[in-house]
């Protein structure tokens, strides 16, 4: 495990997406005030729909009756549900390189190959798209917003996720049939939680932070 800055982990579990945004949003402000320090907030969500910056409601969203939430991250669609492990990193980007963007978003890309070979699944990058690929199948998206030099929304990781959701949505421009999950991939089930410690552990050693426990906040409850 990697030293370093201490990165808070909170598993919130399986919330509603507007629950668990409204929280980001105030964490970012008390990251960047120094009240908090950097945090990582592993989350599954119950179906939902969010558009970043790019996205266009009456082109990507394909299908009524799944929450929409327009949103300040970078990208298009994407589709989030039971199965899925979202991550959404509170991190406050020193002066230097931790202030490039790219570099940011390929940190990022690289703490999920590197989950992903625990399953003896070999993901990389595709050129020309943000995420992480296993050969021409999409298994992850990363969309990512920045306030006060302090990172918001992050990752989802398609672990066990009905793929069927996806073809609600143009995800990130792209048809449905391109997403895939690490379940699928291998051929039998795996455990969310192992995922969980694989991911966290990984995301230590890339960000150069040392893990410790978060607390859940207090307005979220167990």
Excluded at 15 to 26: F, G, S, T
Excluded at 45 to 72: A, C, N, Q, S, W
């Amino acid at each position: 495990m990697s030293t370093g800055t201490p990165l808070h982990i909170i598993d919130l579990g399986r919330r509603p997406y507007d629950e668990v945004y409204a929280l980001q949003k105030r964490l970012v402000e008390e990251r960047a005030e120094d009240r908090i320090g950097d945090t990582l907030l592993l989350v599954e969500h119950d179906r939902v729909i969010t558009l970043g910056r790019k996205g266009d409601p009456t082109v990507d969203v394909l299908m009524p009756g799944i929450p929409v939430f327009e949103i300040e991250r970078g990208g298009e669609a994407t589709y989030h549900a039971p199965g899925q492990l979202v991550g959404y990193p509170i991190l406050k980007l020193e002066e230097g390189p931790e202030r490039d963007l790219h570099r940011l978003l390929r940190n990022i890309e690289e703490v999920q190959i590197r989950t992903l070979a625990r399953w003896g699944v070999e993901a990389g990058r595709k050129e020309g798209y943000t995420g992480v690929w296993v050969g021409d199948k999409k298994i992850s998206s990363i969309g990512i917003a920045v306030r006060r030099w302090v990172t918001y929304h992050g990752l989802g990781l398609n672990v066990g996720t009905d793929m069927r959701g996806f073809a609600s949505i143009r995800p990130c421009g792209l048809t449905a049939d391109v997403m895939t999950s690490l379940e699928a991939l291998v051929g039998h089930p795996v455990r969310m939680d192992e995922v969980k410690a694989e991911l966290v552990k990984q995301f230590g050693e890339v960000f150069h932070r040392s893990v410790v426990p978060g607390r859940l906040p207090a307005e979220i409850g167990p």
